[in-house]
């Protein structure tokens, strides 16, 4: 069965720098990808999905993430942070091969961003 | 446009009551699925449906019923079974249950918090 792993439950910046979150997945095949934002008391929002080709994927909100293979991962960045991307956010990875669509979500990341 | 409507946006249960979450959806998607969302556990899966009168249960099933007697709506029933049923509930949509078409992301409803009295 597929996971995913979100190593930071917290991370805190400061408005205007740079945002690296963390995304490590097991999945026997190539993964469906994604990242999700939640804002307090909301439902979630897709930022951004892999599902194959360019491994550097642009999303909304100046997000963008990076597939890669060797490292099972797929981290989300941002060149510079701005005080209303503080929310949840979760990575998701969902099954290839035959079968029903669940994605398996991680635990989240909550971005606390600094003035 | 089009979007996941979940109601109430609040909601009370009393010791050995029932209530129901509506969710409510005009997607045109096949499929439906409830998560329970505690604080630092992610999302967790009650029940999904690919398809309507058909439908699966997830990893936390237990003390909670479903149905989908309708395309668009899939309501999700806390019963007196369910001991802990403070949270905050998400309903979601996808074109496709299915890997025959391309993974299609999900869309989420705002969520209903429940509490107890």
């Known amino acids: 069965a597929q996971s995913v792993t979100q190593p930071d439950i917290h991370i805190t910046v400061s408005e205007g720098a740079s945002l690296e979150l963390r995304c490590n997945y097991s999945y026997g095949a190539t993964p469906y990808l994604f990242w999700y934002v939640q804002s307090p008391g909301q439902g979630l929002q897709l930022l951004l999905k892999?599902?194959?080709?360019?491994?550097l994927v642009q999303g909304i909100k100046g997000f963008e993430a990076e597939f890669k293979r060797s490292q099972s991962s797929f981290n989300l960045r941002k060149p510079s942070v701005h005080w209303s991307d503080a929310a949840e956010y979760f990575c998701a990875v969902g099954p290839t091969s035959g079968g029903s669509y669940i994605p398996t979500f991680g635990r989240g990341t909550s971005l606390i961003v600094h003035p | 446009d089009g979007g996941i409507t979940q109601s109430p946006k609040y909601l009370f249960r009393k010791e050995g009551q029932n209530v129901t979450l509506s969710c409510e959806q005009n997607?045109?998607?096949?499929?439906m699925y409830w998560y329970r969302q505690d604080p630092g556990q992610g999302l967790r899966l009650i029940y999904y449906s690919q398809i309507v009168n058909d439908f699966q249960k997830g990893d936390i099933a237990e003390g909670y019923s479903v149905s989908r007697e309708k395309k668009e709506s899939f309501p999700l029933t806390v019963t007196s079974a369910q001991k802990n049923p403070t949270a905050f509930y998400l309903c979601?949509?996808?074109?496709?249950?299915?890997?025959?078409?391309?993974?299609?992301?999900?869309?989420f409803g705002d969520g209903t918090r429940l509490s107890i009295l």
């Open positions: 892999y599902f194959s080709g360019d491994t």
């Open positions: 979601a949509s996808s074109i496709d249950g299915t890997d025959s078409l391309v993974n299609q992301p999900q869309h």
């Open positions: 997607l045109n998607h096949d499929a």
